[in-house]
């Protein structure tokens, strides 16, 4: 009980933080604004194939527009949430409330948790605001999306989030410059994503393992409806590794201080 | 309530505490005074959980800082000498965010806050950003967050840094109203400040500690001169202590024969300055005088690195000159 108020109570903390600053703003505007377009691109493309006499059957939303976006904002999210995750330790020891963090009854853990899931909800709230753009659809369109794919899309670009707030995180616990924590975080997330690029069925086995470890591969089974448990496992696996990482980081610091 | 046994903290090769050892008892207010760079904040830290000891062990309330830190945090108040406090928040979040992360039961919060504000007297400002306030405030709202979960044990270091004289005068008041209710650790340069707050003193230097007493006691000490360190040839060595015994002045000796020659260790009564005096008890005897020297880091050499410039003290007195004189 008191290990949860402890960590909520950093949460609202983090809240406080990102809506007191012009960073959830910014960041918020910045996401809906690029949403809003990709959508739009989308929809366009979807309403010019659609009215093609020779394209064949009925086109679905799914893919052609609520996934197309949802994949393009996957990519946003390897740039966005440098900005959500570049304070979260740095800033803290500039401003020396590390201090204060580390001499009140918290531990490592519950701070390092409190920070990952205030960074996680603002995330989680810009998806859903994002999502808002999709729901006339289903009062539009003759035949609606279906609601799995959606889910599934969105259960995707939240771990995939998540695991790029844990690094993300671990980056910002490194310095004290917000900048520099920033820099490096986009750089990991920008190779990672260039990783997903090796894949490839002709490739050799190393090849094939680094492209395993590609960030936004293992997006597109989920993107598509289909849980696959690797998937799953890729992800949460990257995650407590950067949450393990930043805590021995933590502690590595205080006994070198 | 606190005690410490022979802390000691490295970091690489420079040490920055040096087995270092004291106790406080409970709702008594202890001085801890030294230099800049002495080790101060290295201690506090220990204490605070912040820093594991390299060796050594401290208890806090009863708990050890490395068993149980959890315990121990919960238990004490801590401000560092920058008071850490973040500027995007107005004064009533913050101390709502520490009430919460001291594990203060929502029921007592609201009412620990506005009692934590009015002891510290920042009511008036509980709505403004911390960033927009002056550097007294924020010191301010940097105790009333170590006040807030009421703890046994309060570590302030330099509690009145950078404040003017009048918000110092202030905040000591404070503090000496919080003592007896806590136990309090307080570090400062400021040899004044320990006389006007504390109930004891101990003085650290170079990581060690190096006098501990009441501030009256220390501030007798200091106005006499430091131990003298004699060394002289012709006599046996408990002949020449007594001898050295008789000078008028002369509060204790100690002896220590070397290699045909004996060093007499002689502290002198507070005030006096006696080099004048031993020399012709020396020569007079018929021993032969090798050397008459004040002994390393003397009190007073300490307390010149102190600020002691508040007006009433005249505490230090530049050190005397090492006399030498070889037959």
Same mark, same amino acid.
């Given at each position: ?195 997903? =690029? ?56 205080? =006994?070198?201080? | ?50 820093? /594991? /000891? ?75 950003? $911390? ?15 170590? $006040? ?6 309060? $570590?302030?270091?330099? /509690? ?155 505490? &230090?007195?530049? &050190?005397?000159?090492?006399?030498? &004189?070889?037959?």
């Amino acid at each position: 009980m008191t290990a949860l108020r402890n960590v909520a109570a950093i949460v609202n903390k983090e809240w406080r933080h990102y809506f007191g600053s012009p960073i959830a703003y910014i960041t918020l505007f910045v996401w809906l604004a690029l949403f809003g377009l990709f959508y739009t691109i989308a929809l366009q493309v979807f309403v010019a194939a659609s009215a093609n006499p020779m394209g064949g059957g009925r086109l679905s939303l799914n893919d052609w527009v609520v996934g197309a976006t949802l994949q393009s904002m996957a990519v946003v999210t390897l740039f966005v949430v440098p900005l959500l995750t570049m304070r979260l330790f740095a800033e803290e020891k500039r401003q020396g409330t590390i201090e204060l963090l580390a001499t009140a009854p918290l531990t490592s853990l519950q701070i390092i948790l409190g920070k990952f899931f205030g960074a996680l909800g603002l995330y989680a709230l810009m998806l859903l605001l994002g999502l808002v753009n999709v729901l006339p659809l289903w009062f539009v369109a003759s035949s609606p999306p279906e609601w799995r794919p959606i889910a599934t899309s969105l259960l995707a670009l939240l771990l995939l989030g998540g695991t790029l707030i844990a690094v993300g995180g671990f980056l910002s616990s490194l310095t004290r410059n917000q900048i520099v924590a920033g820099a490096l975080t986009f750089g990991v997330a920008l190779a990672f994503w260039i990783l997903s =690029w090796l894949d490839d069925p002709t490739a050799g086995t190393a090849t094939k393992v680094l492209a395993y470890l590609g960030l936004l591969g293992h997006t597109e089974d989920l993107m598509k409806g289909v849980i696959d448990l690797k998937h799953l496992v890729y992800y949460l696996t990257f995650t407590v590794f950067g949450l393990f990482l930043t805590h021995q980081s933590l502690e590595a610091q205080r =006994w070198r201080a | 309530m606190i005690e410490v046994e022979n802390l000691t903290k490295r970091y690489g090769r420079a040490v920055a505490v040096d087995g270092i050892s004291f106790k406080v008892q409970r709702g008594e207010i202890l001085g801890f005074l030294g230099p800049n760079g002495a080790g101060k904040t290295t201690t506090m830290r220990i204490l605070t959980c912040y820093l /594991p /000891p390299t060796e050594g062990k401290a208890w806090v309330a009863g708990y050890d800082v490395f068993e149980d830190p959890l315990e121990v945090k919960k238990r004490v108040g801590y401000i560092p000498e920058t008071p850490p406090l973040y500027p995007d928040m107005d004064v009533q979040s913050f101390l709502d965010f520490c009430a919460r992360i001291k594990g203060l039961p929502a029921a007592e919060r609201r009412a620990r806050i506005d009692e934590s504000m009015e002891k510290t007297r920042i009511g008036d400002v509980r709505g403004k950003l $911390i960033g927009r306030l002056s550097k007294g405030y924020r010191q301010r709202v940097g105790l009333a967050q170590a $006040i807030l979960a009421n703890p046994d044990v309060l $570590i302030l270091d330099e /509690p009145t840094a950078g404040l003017d004289p009048k918000q110092i005068i202030e905040t000591r008041e404070l503090i000496k109203a919080l003592g007896g209710s806590h136990t309090i650790i307080l570090s400062t340069h400021i040899l004044p400040e320990v006389e006007m707050t504390c109930g004891r003193v101990v003085i650290i230097a170079k990581g060690r500690v190096v006098a501990e007493d009441t501030p009256d006691n220390l501030t007798h000490r200091l106005k006499g001169a430091a131990t003298l360190r004699l060394e002289a040839r012709g006599g046996q060595p408990g002949e020449m202590e007594d001898a050295v015994k008789l000078v008028p002045g002369v509060a204790a000796v100690r002896a220590e024969a070397r290699d045909g020659a004996t060093a007499l260790f002689v502290d002198a009564e507070s005030g006096r300055d006696l080099r004048a005096e031993l020399a012709r008890c020396v020569v007079q005897k018929g021993w032969d005088l090798l050397a008459l020297q004040p002994v390393g880091m003397s009190l007073e050499e300490i307390f010149l690195h102190l600020t002691t410039a508040e007006p009433a003290t005249s505490a &230090a007195a530049p &050190a005397p000159e090492s006399t030498e &004189a070889h037959a």
